[in-house]
C-alpha cells in the first residue's frame, strides 16, 4: 500500500514542498528503496530552487531545516541537485538504475570517454644543461693548487674526525709521501 503526499495548491510554497519530501525520505529508508524519479528529482528540483534563492551561495541550515529537507544525508541531496540539473541528460539512462549515485556515476563516467583526450604536457630538455657537481676549473690543476686543496681537505677531515689540526697535517704529510714512493717505484718498473 503506498501513501501519496500532495500539497494542497494554496500552500504550494517550499516549505510545504520540503516537508512532504521530508516525509517521502523517511518512507524510502525504511523500505530501503531509492526512488528516481519520484523522490530524487523533485528533490533535486526544490534543492535548485532554494540554491537560487540564495542567490547561488551555499543554503543555509535554518532553511534546510524549515523546508523539512536537513535530516536527507547532504550527498543524497547533491546528487538529487545534479540529477535535477542535468534531467535532459540523464533521463534516458534512468530506466537502467535504481540508484541516483550510481546513475551519475555512469553518467560522469560516459562523460570523460565522449570527452576529447588533451594532450598530455611533455617535458621539454632544458637547453642550457645542468651544472650541478661541475665546474669551471680547468681538468688538470697546477701543482700548486693541487697543495692548495690538500690543506683545505686536511683543515675539514680534522674539524670533522675532531683531532687536531697538526695532528692532521702529519698524517697528511705521510701519505703523501707513501703516495710519492709508490709513484717513484712505479716509474722505475715502466
Same mark, same amino acid.
Request: glycine letters at 4%.
Given at each position: 500500500?503506498?501513501?501519496?503526499?500532495?500539497?494542497?495548491?494554496?500552500?504550494?510554497?517550499?516549505? #510545504?514542498?520540503?516537508? %512532504? =519530501?521530508?516525509?517521502? *525520505?523517511?518512507?524510502?529508508? /525504511?523500505? &530501503?528503496?531509492?526512488?528516481?524519479?519520484?523522490?530524487?528529482?523533485?528533490?533535486?528540483?526544490?534543492?535548485?530552487?532554494?540554491?537560487?534563492?540564495?542567490?547561488?551561495?551555499?543554503?543555509?541550515?535554518?532553511?534546510?531545516?524549515?523546508?523539512?529537507?536537513?535530516?536527507?544525508?547532504?550527498?543524497?541531496?547533491?546528487?538529487?541537485?545534479?540529477?535535477?540539473?542535468?534531467?535532459?541528460?540523464?533521463?534516458?539512462?534512468?530506466?537502467?538504475? #535504481?540508484?541516483?549515485? %550510481? =546513475?551519475?556515476?555512469? *553518467?560522469?563516467?560516459?562523460? /570523460?570517454? &565522449?570527452?576529447?583526450?588533451?594532450?598530455?604536457?611533455?617535458?621539454?630538455?632544458?637547453?642550457?644543461?645542468?651544472?650541478?657537481?661541475?665546474?669551471?676549473?680547468?681538468?688538470?690543476?697546477?701543482?700548486?693548487?693541487?697543495?692548495?686543496?690538500?690543506?683545505?681537505?686536511?683543515?675539514?677531515?680534522?674539524?670533522?674526525?675532531?683531532?687536531?689540526?697538526?695532528?692532521?697535517?702529519?698524517?697528511?704529510?705521510?701519505?703523501?709521501?707513501?703516495?710519492?714512493?709508490?709513484?717513484?717505484?712505479?716509474?722505475?718498473?715502466?
Amino acid at each position: 500500500m503506498t501513501t501519496k503526499i500532495e500539497t494542497k495548491a494554496n500552500l504550494n510554497t517550499l516549505e #510545504t514542498e520540503g516537508h %512532504a =519530501l521530508g516525509i517521502k *525520505w523517511k518512507a524510502i529508508v /525504511k523500505r &530501503d528503496r531509492k526512488q528516481i524519479t519520484d523522490f530524487d528529482l523533485p528533490l533535486g528540483k526544490l534543492m535548485l530552487a532554494l540554491e537560487a534563492e540564495a542567490s547561488g551561495g551555499q543554503i543555509k541550515k535554518e532553511r534546510l531545516i524549515a523546508c523539512g529537507i536537513y535530516g536527507i544525508d547532504r550527498r543524497r541531496r547533491n546528487d538529487a541537485k545534479h540529477l535535477a540539473a542535468n534531467w535532459d541528460e540523464l533521463s534516458p539512462m534512468v530506466k537502467r538504475f #535504481t540508484s541516483t549515485t %550510481a =546513475l551519475l556515476a555512469d *553518467w560522469n563516467k560516459s562523460k /570523460k570517454a &565522449d570527452a576529447p583526450s588533451k594532450p598530455k604536457a611533455t617535458i621539454e630538455p632544458k637547453e642550457k644543461p645542468s651544472n650541478v657537481g661541475q665546474s669551471d676549473e680547468k681538468p688538470f690543476a697546477s701543482p700548486s693548487d693541487i697543495a692548495l686543496n690538500l690543506i683545505l681537505q686536511f683543515e675539514v677531515l680534522a674539524e670533522q674526525s675532531k683531532c687536531s689540526k697538526e695532528h692532521a697535517f702529519k698524517m697528511t704529510m705521510f701519505a703523501i709521501k707513501a703516495v710519492a714512493k709508490n709513484l717513484d717505484e712505479t716509474k722505475v718498473a715502466a
